[in-house]
């Protein structure tokens, strides 16, 4: 979206044009410093290390259909009771 077009919807959600070209430029400023282009390398890293922690997971049960309660201590049976349509709540 451009910015004289982002500045016209604003304008017509009922900002005034000074309030919308700030809404804009601050906007177009965050995008030209990357923002809406993918996570940035810091957020990869975040991500990574939340990945990898997520594989230490702590035994929990999982209910199915018909108040079927398994309780996992794997990620493998976590994540096979999942394809068969587990959860984390009790189904009613």
Do not use: C, W
């Amino acid at each position: 979206m451009s910015f004289k077009t982002l500045v016209a919807k604003l304008v017509k959600e009922g900002k005034s044009e000074i309030s919308a070209k700030k809404i804009a430029g601050s906007i177009a400023n965050a995008k030209m410093k990357g923002a809406g282009s993918g996570p940035t390398p810091a957020q990869k890293a975040r991500g990574a290390k939340m990945k990898s922690d997520s594989k230490e997971m702590k035994p929990h049960n999982m209910y199915g259909s018909g108040g079927v309660v398994k309780f996992v201590k794997t990620m493998k049976e976590h994540l096979a009771l999942k394809k068969k349509g587990y959860g984390h709540t009790k189904k009613k």
